[in-house]
C-alpha cells in the first residue's frame, strides 16, 4: 500500500485508527512546509522545530479525539498559529515576571543593605555615646533616648539646667565630628 497517493482525508482516517505509516505520511507531507511557515514568524529555528514537533505529537496523541471541520492543511496551519501564539504568550509572562522578580530583588538587596548599614550605624553611634563620660553620657541619653525636656533632667539628676544644656552641647560637640566621619564611610 503506498501512502503517498492517499488523500489527506484518508491518511486522517488511517491516522485516526492508530495507523503509524499514515501519521509518518502526514509528517512528511506537511512538517517542512509548516517549519517555514513557523520560522518565517518567529525568525528562531529551534523554536520553530520545538513548535512544529508539538504540533505532531499533539496530533498524535489526540488523534481519536480530533474532529476535522476542515482540510488537515488548514487545520494544521491553524493548530501551527495557535502554538505561536501560545509561545509568544509564554514568551512574554516569561519576561514580565523576569522583570518583576529582578525589580524584587534590586528592591530586596537595597532594602537590605540599607538596613544593615542603617544597624551598623546604630552600633557605631552607640559606641561613641558608651565612650563619652559617665555624667555627660548619663545627660545625652536623658534627652535623645528618654525625650526628656532639660527641666526634667535637671530634676532627675539634681543639677541645675545650664549643666543640662552645658553637658548636652559638650556631648554633641564630641559626637559630631565623629559621626560625620563614620556616616561617610558608611554611606560611600
Known amino acids: 500500500m503506498c501512502y503517498r497517493s492517499f488523500s489527506d482525508a484518508d491518511l486522517f482516517a488511517l491516522l ?42 499533539a496530533l498524535w496523541n489526540k488523534k481519536d479525539q480530533i474532529v476535522l471541520r476542515t482540510e488537515l492543511s488548514a487545520y494544521l496551519y491553524t493548530a501551527a498559529r495557535n502554538r505561536l501564539i501560545d509561545l ?62 532639660h527641666r526634667e533632667i535637671a530634676d532627675v539628676l539634681q543639677i541645675s539646667e545650664f549643666t543640662v544644656r552645658k553637658q548636652i552641647n559638650n556631648a554633641l560637640k564630641v559626637l559630631r565630628p565623629k559621626l560625620g566621619k563614620l556616616m561617610n564611610l558608611i554611606f560611600l
Open 88 to 149: 509568544v504568550n509564554r514568551k512574554k509572562i516569561h519576561t514580565d515576571y523576569t522583570s518583576t522578580l529582578s525589580s524584587f530583588v534590586v528592591s530586596k538587596t537595597n532594602i537590605t543593605d540599607h538596613q544593615v548599614r542603617e544597624k551598623e550605624l546604630e552600633k557605631l553611634i552607640e559606641k561613641e555615646i558608651n565612650a563619652l563620660p559617665e555624667k555627660m553620657r548619663e545627660v545625652f541619653n536623658l534627652s535623645r533616648k528618654k525625650h526628656m525636656s
Open 16 to 57: 485516526g485508527n492508530g495507523d503509524h505509516l499514515a501519521f509518518t505520511q502526514i509528517y512528511e507531507r506537511y512538517s517542512g512546509k509548516l517549519y517555514v511557515h513557523v520560522y518565517n514568524r518567529i525568525r528562531n529555528r529551534e523554536e520553530a522545530r520545538d513548535v512544529i514537533h508539538e504540533l505532531f505529537a
